[in-house]
């Protein structure tokens, strides 16, 4: 049994000496390898590698573009304005011994790269006026941002891909202001085209009430013109009529009066010489 349990224990011995003296590196990774925190070798390309046991330690870094979101800050530019920004920036690992040496992970490599990258970018956002910015200088600018930042951390073992901005606006405090003047603005436009709208309307009504008034005393004084005409055409048709016989319009005419003047309860005492009842009283006549 001491024997069996020896045995065990030489295999699982030679077994954790086999683990601890190979390592894999896959395509997104690359390596350093240190023994006592002193240098050995550098590993970029993914495979099987040999180190030695319990010795020597590998320390993996990632190969692919990394990005570093830095915290919105608040800038200065040349014509005295505020302005909040938050830059990110794209950068990979190209030395990583350097890298290691320099900065030692991750952590540490974004916080130097987000130092350099605020200080650059203050330094050119000063050089430039509020509207270049968040114009069509912005890419010139972010360009130049990167280049010099690029040059600062080459010392880092690392490389920059490009520096943008997510966001460039005004300060809180500041949009509530540029909010209420640019409100202000829209109401006053506003007003201006609703009175300018009210004037024109009114003007239309009133063209429309001045033709329709035209109008109107035209049509009346047209009616007015046909209306004499036809009276005296008919009083000229009438006249023509009983000018042919005077009596018969006389008799007409008594006739016409005495259906107007008188009715089934009318009484009229009247002289029995009196010319309205003559046709009456002698109607052959």
């Given amino acids: ?52 046991p319990f010795l020597e330690e590998v320390r993996r870094m990632e190969r692919r573009i990394m990005g570093s979101d830095t915290p919105p800050a608040e800038y200065l530019t040349l014509d005295k304005k505020r302005l909040v920004a938050d830059p990110v920036t794209r950068w990979r690992i190209v030395d990583p011994l350097m890298f290691y040496k320099t900065v030692y992970d991750e952590t540490g490599a974004k916080a130097r790269l987000d130092d350099i990258v ?11 006026d509020f509207g270049q910015i968040v114009g069509n200088e912005r890419d010139p600018l972010m360009q130049r941002v990167a280049s010099n930042v690029r040059g600062k951390t080459k010392e880092f073992g690392i490389e920059i891909v490009d520096v943008q901005i997510k966001r460039a606006d005004l300060p809180t405090e500041v949009q509530e202001s540029v909010f209420a003047r640019m409100r202000a603005e829209r109401d006053r436009v506003a007003k201006q085209y609703r009175s300018e709208g009210q004037e024109e309307a009114a003007k239309i009504r009133a063209d429309t009430d001045k033709e329709r008034t035209i109008l109107l005393a035209k049509a009346y004084e047209t009616s007015e013109k046909v209306r004499g005409e036809g009276d005296a055409e008919g009083i000229r048709i009438y006249a023509d ?20 003047a008188m009715s089934e309860q009318s009484t009229i005492v009247l002289s029995t010489g009196s010319d309205l009842f003559r046709y009456l009283m002698t109607p052959g006549k």
């Avoid at 605020?118 to 430039?128: I, K, Q």
């Avoid at 319009?249 to 016409?256: G, N, Q």
């Fill in 118 to 128: 605020n200080s650059e970018l203050r330094r050119e956002l000063a050089s430039h």
């Fill in 1 to 52: 049994m001491n024997r069996g349990l020896s045995l065990l224990l030489l295999v699982l011995i030679c077994l954790a000496v086999a683990w601890s003296s190979f390592f894999v590196v896959d395509e997104k990774e690359q390596a350093i390898v240190t023994q006592f925190g002193e240098f050995k070798q550098a590993v970029d390309r993914p495979g099987l590698y040999f180190k030695k």
């Fill in 241 to 260: 009529a009983f000018g042919k016989d005077p009596e018969f319009y006389s008799f007409v005419r008594s006739l016409s009066t005495y259906e107007k």
